[in-house]
């Protein structure tokens, strides 16, 4: 018998807002997503290009055009990185000595449940689409945990 998967369960609504712009996303709930910045010590949300691009100023993009056809050129940039923009190192199943480009957020609510205040947004390297969309989110494993628990104080109301 074929179990049936709930997408409910690991998909949900995301809006983020920085510096007075806001965007919309699909969130996938990714337990496998431990990912922690080393000079904030934040938990980082995995962002696709387009919602990245829709939270910075149009004098940024370049920045993220550079990233995206080759993030190891940024480490001869990183002092020249913008306020409020991050390189984290990070590895995967498939590749070691690996960089993600990362950025503050002012706020980031979760199925209109939970807000997290100043995410840190990493901007992922390659595409990704979930339902269709290129504008994604793989959210940190952490921030589900203290979203569930925020859900459940209000269940009780």
């Not at 998909?11 to 807002?17: A, E």
């Not at 496998?32 to 910075?56: F, M, P």
Request: aromatic share 10%; proline share 4%; hydrophobic share 35%.
């Amino acid at each position: 018998m074929k179990k049936e998967v709930n997408y409910l369960n690991i998909l949900t609504n995301v809006l983020l807002g920085r510096n007075s712009k806001i965007t919309n996303a699909i969130g996938y709930i990714d337990t496998g997503n431990s990912l922690r910045c080393s000079v904030t010590g934040r938990h980082v949300a995995i962002a696709t290009y387009e919602v990245a691009a829709d939270l910075i100023s149009t004098d940024l993009i370049p920045l993220l055009e550079m990233y995206r056809k080759d993030p190891f050129s940024m480490y001869t940039h990183q002092d020249k990185l913008p306020f409020g923009f991050y390189l984290i190192p990070y590895k995967t199943i498939c590749a070691d000595d690996q960089i993600m480009l990362a950025m503050d957020a002012d706020y980031m609510f979760v199925d209109n449940r939970y807000v997290e205040r100043k995410p840190l947004v990493g901007i992922s390297p390659t595409s990704f689409k979930i339902l269709h969309t290129n504008k994604c989110i793989l959210l940190n494993k952490n921030y589900m945990k203290r979203g569930k628990r925020h859900v459940k104080h209000y269940k009780g109301k």
